[in-house]
């Protein structure tokens, strides 16, 4: 039984929403991101993570069970070929701005998806990625 319903929901999940969407609204809604979106000036392609390390000091408490150091902030970006890039963020100002630019990055992602997603559904129903001038 639970199996049936899985399998059901597969197929349905298979109809994206947006072949249920007018090629008019699809229009109008991808006008309405390309023209109200803002190349945003913080964009960093990167991760912002959080690390809690033990220090250099044989002796101290974060050696033994005891609570480690922390948080620390790193800014890492991966390259092509395995390379990496890893920033101690130093400033409460740092990590700010390093989580504003790579919130920026992840909405850039999300416009560009969905414009991306609207221009697959354009072309799968034969009609042009842009609107022929009225
Ligand atoms: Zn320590």
New binding site residues.
């Given amino acids: 039984m639970t199996l049936c319903r899985g399998i059901l929901l597969i197929i349905t999940s298979r109809i994206h929403p947006l072949q249920r969407t007018s090629t008019l609204a699809l229009r109008q809604r991808k006008a309405h991101l390309l023209h109200s979106f803002e190349l945003s000036p913080h964009l960093l392609h990167a991760s912002l993570v959080e690390r809690f390390l ?2 250099g ?1 044989a002796n ?4 033994t069970g005891g609570p480690k ?1 922390g948080p620390f902030f790193y800014l890492n970006r991966s390259f092509a070929k395995g390379e990496f890039q890893s920033l101690l963020l130093k400033s409460p100002d740092q990590i700010r701005q390093a989580r504003q630019g790579v919130a920026a990055y992840a909405e850039l992602l999300e416009v560009l998806d969905e414009v991306c997603q609207i221009n697959y559904e354009l072309l799968r129903r034969g009609e042009p990625s842009e609107a022929p001038d009225v």
């Fill in positions: 033990q220090c000091k101290c408490r974060c050696h150091h």
